[in-house]
């Protein structure tokens, strides 16, 4: 956690990011275009809500610009995600999706850091983040396989700093970490209609600041994404629309930087969701 974030409004947390801004452009071009090919056949609208359970951890390695000592941390929280989608079938083979979406924090739980000298840091640690991502897959029934991308920004939010029981003056740190993603995905769907997805990815790009080192900023690509989803479209329709369940795993590792004698550590973010989605 020496490190930084730009924060963003809840308010602005689906649309108004900077680096998400982009890719809606993109997103929105690309549906138009689809949207006028005559070999377009359906298209659906899908929006959902879900609850996350989120765990993240940082490692410092063997030695750190900081001290010749590793440390390590692990805290974890809760928060509440809601998504919105454009699913397009351009014909029997090939398909394109677009979704937008975001998580806020439910609550902020404790972090435990295991610093030199055999000291105990813990804080309050919050995470908030947006998502856009666009995904083409061509499908050989009853698989699909394609290529995905996303954007990432998620930001870290830290405070109430305790070492050994003493209430530190640091105030409130943010660390924001603005990562664009690319990867391959592998879909399957089963005679009972339940949908299994996994997607594995790397980063292409990574920008991280922290409040806490000013004018610093990491950019390693170092890491990888695998996400694991489970979709069960139930017999049940509300207002017209299909009702789904999912289950998802999400596991991305990312940093190791050192820059300017200021670290960004290796980190390990893992999150748990159980979502309800509806479908027109």
């Not at 396989?145 to 405070?159: A, F």
């Not at 005679?191 to 004018?215: F, M, Q, Y």
Request: proline share 5%; aromatic share 10%; net charge negative.
């Amino acid at each position: 956690m020496p490190w930084q974030f730009i924060e963003y409004p809840a308010a602005k947390m689906m649309c108004a990011l900077r680096g998400p801004r982009v890719y809606l452009l993109l997103m929105i071009s690309m549906l138009m275009m689809t949207a006028s090919s005559q070999s377009l056949w359906a298209l659906e609208f899908e929006s959902g809500v879900a609850a996350s359970y989120w765990r993240y951890q940082e490692s410092s390695g063997a030695v750190t610009g900081l001290t010749q000592t590793p440390f390590h941390s692990s805290g974890s929280g809760y928060g509440l995600s809601a998504k919105l989608a454009l699913l397009t079938a351009i014909d029997d083979d090939w398909r394109f999706s677009s979704t937008v979406s975001g998580m806020l924090p439910i609550n902020s739980l404790s972090e435990t850091w295991a610093l030199p000298n055999a000291s105990v840091q813990k804080n309050q640690l919050a995470i908030e983040q947006g998502d856009v991502r666009m995904d083409l897959l061509r499908c050989f029934e009853p698989v699909c396989l394609g290529l995905w991308g996303s954007y990432r920004s998620q930001l870290q939010k830290r405070q109430q700093f305790y070492i050994n029981g003493v209430l530190q003056p640091n105030g409130l740190i943010e660390e924001s970490v603005q990562t664009a993603w690319a990867g391959l995905s592998l879909q399957s769907e089963s005679e009972e209609h339940l949908l299994l997805s996994l997607d594995i990815g790397v980063p292409v790009w990574v920008k991280t600041t922290n409040t806490n080192a000013p004018g610093i900023s990491w950019h390693t690509k170092k890491g990888a994404v695998v996400d694991v989803k489970l979709d069960w479209p139930t017999p049940w329709r509300l207002g017209g629309a299909g009702v789904l369940v999912n289950v998802a795993y999400h596991y991305q590792v990312l940093g190791g930087e050192l820059v300017q004698g200021a670290l960004w550590p290796k980190n390990h973010f893992q999150q748990l969701t159980l979502g309800l989605d509806l479908r027109w």
